[in-house]
């Protein structure tokens, strides 16, 4: 895996488990998402850098990679 594709994968990563923690309660949920701004433009930038923006089914076999319970296979 490049460094660009690590880094994408990464902010990927980062990007869910931000989005989980914000919706984990849905009564506060309204509160936290505009927290999400900031992961989102990691995760959209990391993308195009490494050339993975239409290219999805290699992003996720990276992602599986990277966290084997995200894997194709898993779900």
């Known amino acids: ?23 984990a309660d849905p009564d506060e949920a ?3 998402l505009p927290l999400l701004t900031s992961p989102m433009a990691e995760a959209d930038g990391a ?3 490494a050339g993975l923006c239409g290219n999805e089914a290699r992003f996720f076999d990276l992602v599986g990679t990277l966290q084997p319970t995200m894997s194709r296979s898993g779900r």
């Open 47 to 49: 993308l195009q850098r």
């Open 1 to 23: 895996m490049r460094n660009d594709e690590l880094a994408a994968a990464q902010a990927y990563v980062r990007l869910l488990e931000a989005t989980r923690a914000a919706l």
């Open 30 to 32: 309204p509160l936290y």
